[in-house]
């Protein structure tokens, strides 16, 4: 049986991603080989309900992108009623971040936001992984459902990607510019006057 094959049956019966590693540990092939199949499970899905998604190093099948709408529907039928304009706000902000703590979402939209990442954690819409950097603090990022909701293949594909990813970066770029000018003024404040 070809390889592509066999990834398309153990994607099917796990239900959720699976890391390219652990493909690679479970047929026994190397990363060059899980990818040719992964491009030909691709192909050969093209055109069908469903769909082969990747993130990150992990990959999962999933409602193919042309039937969001469909899909769309039966979710909201399912969980009963819009998220609401907060919670398109915080999604929007660790969809384009590519994942971010409550920290910084709160620091974006000027708001608590805890009650609405509870909200979204139980439709299934965001995950959260400790930090590497930190493990006191915890990263939300979009699931791979959410990206099937969404009708993208990858996130890059959202609309406007590059344009945000631009104004996130002046954005940061300006906020450590404001920590250092408020450290130096601290620091000759501490100095006392020049003489």
């Not at 999933?62 to 969980?79: N, R």
Request: charged share 30%.
């Amino acid at each position: 049986m070809n390889l592509d094959s066999q990834i398309e049956a153990l994607l099917f019966w796990k239900g959720e991603p699976i890391s390219k590693r652990e493909l690679t540990r479970v047929f026994g092939v190397n990363m060059v080989a899980v990818n040719d199949a992964l491009k030909d499970l691709s192909a050969k899905l093209e055109g069908r309900g469903v769909s082969l998604i990747e993130k990150e190093n992990a990959v999962a099948l999933v409602t193919a992108p042309t039937f969001s709408g469909l899909i769309e529907k039966c979710h909201k039928d399912e969980l009963g009623k819009d998220i609401g304009k907060a919670a398109q706000e915080t999604l929007a902000i660790i969809v384009y971040r590519g994942g971010a703590s409550r920290r910084e979402i709160e620091y974006i939209r000027g708001v608590n936001s805890s009650s609405i990442l509870r909200t979204l954690l139980i439709r299934g819409l965001i995950e959260r992984i400790t930090d590497p950097k930190d493990e006191r603090i915890y990263i939300y990022n979009p699931t791979m459902e959410l990206q099937a909701l969404l009708g993208v293949k990858s996130i890059e594909d959202l609309p406007q990607w590059k344009e945000v990813m631009a104004e996130f970066a002046a954005f940061e770029e300006h906020e450590k510019q404001s920590e250092l000018a408020a450290d130096l003024d601290g620091e000759a404040a501490k100095d006392g006057p020049l003489e």
